[in-house]
């Protein structure tokens, strides 16, 4: 039997610290994420607590050794049910950090063997092991706490190495963009638009976080480039301006400002001052260089609530629909072709494009894209076939079409502006089903139930059905959707996404539907 429990300890532990890194490496392995994800998996803790328990009374209770030893196999073997490794939305990547992680959590795990070789007392070495297992989640962070003055002279290395490499291509522009949504479909807008007359490299898909930028310049950065689009996200304060201490950005973009990662920056204030630190950047490096007219430009999206009440840069170039901004689009038409609108520059020029992107959103994010674009040198009328190029960014409301149902794929990430960005665009589409499928909202902090439920009122104006997914905002969206006056019985709780999916399908089957999958967690939010 001991030989039995040793195997399955040793299995149990082994997938154990794979789950955990996976989960490590979705939270950007910070700690306030991973503790997050820990706190909302207590249920699973319940065997590691039951081993701890049975391998202490394989010594303490005489005459239970057998029923110990059994119940020691039965919570093992639960354990590695759990653990075993499941189809994920994001893949665990062994990275060399991840490898380093493994070899801290060997390095622990040689440590307690040798000092169960060196101990005499039993019962001290059967503490050990179950006071391991039992508190085995908080292996992976420990490693990670150990690991991090190494990771930080690594990283350090890398950043510097980058900076060289900056500093080094001469005449190299860089094109800073951040805000709390739409950074990403401006920063494809823009590289677009911008290779119509240079040579432009972007940071790829949500390469956003400092060592994404770091990777990106050091891999990928030619001497032929002229302009780098660079993203920047941010889920702390000062965020932003860790990125522009790395590459001070000549033109800065801020797409937006909303109720975003409040968890992690706990007021709209610490928001708003952190996304302002791109434009910053662009000024400290105006006042190096001397002021030039046109060298270093500011764009913000003059339609932003928060942005024109918080205005503070007044060279700063607006983009938007709304009347007053400098670059405007006016006339804006939708069909089932797509979009068509007349955007007007500070200088009085004016041209009309088309794209097959549809919704209010995606005319705003075109808009900076051409305002960028067109005060760094491209004439307007030239960016009119690069408008009507631009294609969908995945995931971020990508239309797709399956036989008589289309899909909006919003399922990258959600806030509250998105979410009722997505269900404006999803009331565009007359006289067809409209079917919402969402696991809500996340890191809103507190305002989290009340963002979710005002969600699940904005929902029951526009849909005609909507499907919740898993436990952890279904609550405050069905309550939201039901106080709107949406009948309940066309309201489902799903556990799984597959389960949703398959639901969607079968609805209203045959009919012409359009579905909004709105958000779509990763596997660290439960």
């Not at 106080?483 to 389960?499: I, M």
Request: overall charge neutral; charged content about 20%; aromatic content about 8%.
């Amino acid at each position: 039997m001991i030989y039995a429990i040793i195997i399955l300890y040793v299995t149990a532990a082994i997938l154990g610290l794979r789950y955990y890194a996976h989960m490590l490496q979705l939270s950007s392995y910070q700690f306030q994420g991973y503790f997050r994800f820990l706190r909302s998996q207590q249920t699973k803790y319940g065997p590691h607590i039951g081993v701890m328990v049975t391998l202490a009374m394989l010594r303490l209770v005489p005459g239970l050794e057998i029923l110990a030893g059994i119940l020691t196999i039965v919570f093992l073997l639960g354990i590695v049910a759990m653990y075993i490794p499941k189809k994920a939305k994001k893949k665990f990547v062994v990275t060399k950090r991840i490898q380093r992680l493994f070899i801290t959590d060997a390095v622990i795990v040689l440590i307690l063997a040798v000092i169960s070789l060196l101990i005499t007392n039993k019962l001290a070495v059967y503490f050990i092991w179950a006071v391991y297992m039992g508190f085995f989640p908080l292996m992976t962070a420990l490693a990670n706490l150990i690991n991090k003055p190494i990771e930080n002279r690594i990283n350090q290395y890398f950043i510097d190495d980058a900076k060289r490499m900056l500093k080094e291509h001469t005449g190299l522009r860089i094109v800073g963009i951040t805000g709390s949504y739409g950074k990403t479909s401006v920063k494809y807008y823009l590289t677009t638009l911008l290779s119509e007359g240079f040579s432009v490299l972007m940071t790829p898909e949500s390469y956003n976080t400092p060592m994404g930028i770091v990777r990106t310049i050091r891999e990928h950065l030619k001497p032929t480039h002229e302009i780098f689009v660079c993203e920047m996200g941010a889920r702390h304060l000062h965020d932003i301006k860790e990125i522009t201490d790395i590459v001070h950005p000549d033109d800065g973009i801020v797409t937006s400002i909303g109720y975003q990662h409040l968890e992690t920056f706990h007021s709209l204030d610490n928001i708003i001052s952190t996304k302002y630190e791109l434009l910053d950047a662009v000024d400290e490096k105006e006042k190096e260089q001397g002021k030039e007219a046109g060298k270093h430009l500011k764009f913000v999206n003059g339609d932003n609530e928060i942005i024109r009440s918080h205005m503070k840069y007044n060279d700063a170039i607006t983009y938007g629909t709304s009347e007053g901004n400098d670059y405007r689009a006016t006339d804006i038409r939708v069909t089932s072709a797509g979009t068509t609108f007349t955007v007007t520059a500070p200088s009085g020029d004016s041209a009309e494009y088309t794209t097959k992107l549809v919704g209010q959103h995606n005319v705003e994010n075109i808009v900076g894209a051409i305002a960028a674009a067109n005060s760094l040198g491209i004439p307007m009328n030239k960016l009119k076939i690069a408008v009507r190029r631009l294609q969908p960014v995945p995931h971020r409301l990508e239309l797709v079409k399956r036989g008589t149902v289309s899909i909006l794929d919003d399922a990258y990430n959600s806030n509250p502006n998105g979410a009722k960005v997505a269900l404006e665009t999803l009331s565009l589409f007359e006289d067809k089903v409209k079917i919402l499928v969402t696991p809500g909202m996340v890191e809103l902090g507190e305002k989290e139930d009340e963002y979710n439920a005002e969600f699940g009122r904005q929902a029951a104006a526009v849909c005609d059905y909507i499907i919740l997914v898993g436990e952890k905002n279904s609550a405050s969206i069905k309550r939201g959707v039901l106080e709107a006056g949406f009948d309940p019985e066309r309201v489902f709780v799903k556990s799984t996404l597959n389960e949703a999916t398959a639901l969607m399908y079968e609805i209203d089957a045959g009919r012409e539907k359009v579905i909004l999958l709105e958000n779509d967690l990763p596997d660290n939010y439960k």
